[in-house]
């Protein structure tokens, strides 16, 4: 294939330019803002999980303690009619006044049970409003780090972005500038090897750095300026210029 010398270096800024959107895509793949943020995001879910967990434990709590106290109104309501009822004078009967000694000793005992439930719950109850306290403060925290993770992201990806448009504006300008026969080519070999074109600079190919034999220099030295010559090695268009050591 032959293509104008100076066409054939147009190739090395193309391929400086493809160099440049490989390097971009592999930093899309590998951001570590991306990593940051996933493990920021997993922070994130286990803090909501751990407040939703004492939220619920202190929601429990307080059913618990509604619970106690209906129950200790319940025995007190009990308590104050049955001692009404001995007040009252009404009961005559022994058996019948006994036995109401008897239900009021009852729930004196009981009283006594649900008061001291009530107090070990209301204990446990300000024990884990503390600990919900702490928990919202330190998802507070996180929070902030998730955003400020955001906004690292999404910066590295503006960048990101603005490098591959420029760098594809570029490229769309070169290529339509380049014979077509020869874009083809650069294409073709740039898909199997990563690399289309290299400089050939001191006698060494500029992609596989394979250094060329003195036969080798003696054919590209041969060679008409228009001719499109390969790296023997690695198959890139070799691109000459006064640097390549002929
Ligand atoms: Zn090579």
Same mark, same amino acid.
């Given at each position: ?20 959107l ?27 999980d ?26 007190r ?63 507070a ?63 060494? *190919? ?24 390969? *790296?023997?090695? *690695? ?10 050591g002929?």
């Amino acid at each position: 294939m032959n293509a104008d010398p100076a066409a054939q270096r147009r190739l090395l800024d193309l391929a400086a330019v493809d160099a440049e959107l490989t390097r971009a895509a592999h930093r899309r793949r590998s951001l570590p803002e991306l990593a940051e943020l996933e493990e920021v995001t997993k922070a994130l879910q286990a803090g909501r999980d751990s407040l939703v967990a004492a939220e619920t434990m202190a929601s429990d709590l307080d059913r618990d303690i509604r619970k106690l106290e209906a129950e200790i109104d319940q025995v007190r309501a009990r308590e104050d009619r049955d001692r009404g009822l001995l007040d009252s004078g009404s009961i005559s009967s022994g058996k019948q006044l006994e036995d109401l000694q008897h239900e009021l000793a009852t729930l004196r005992r009981r009283q006594t049970v649900l008061e001291d439930d009530l107090l070990e719950v209301m204990e446990r109850r300000e024990v884990t409003d503390a600990d919900l306290e702490q928990r919202r403060v330190k998802l507070a925290d996180i929070e902030q780090r998730h955003l400020e993770a955001t906004r690292r992201r999404d910066e590295a990806l503006t960048e990101l972005e603005s490098t591959e448009l420029q760098g594809n504006q570029e490229r769309t300008i070169l290529v339509g500038g380049l014979p077509a026969e020869l874009v083809t080519l650069y294409e073709r070999i740039r898909a199997r090897n990563g690399s289309g074109a290299a400089l050939l600079r001191g006698g060494r *190919c500029g992609a596989c750095r394979l250094e060329l034999d003195r036969t080798a220099i003696g054919r590209l030295r041969d060679a008409s300026p228009d001719e499109v010559v390969r *790296c023997e090695e *690695c198959g890139v268009v070799l691109v000459r210029t006064p640097e390549s050591g002929l």
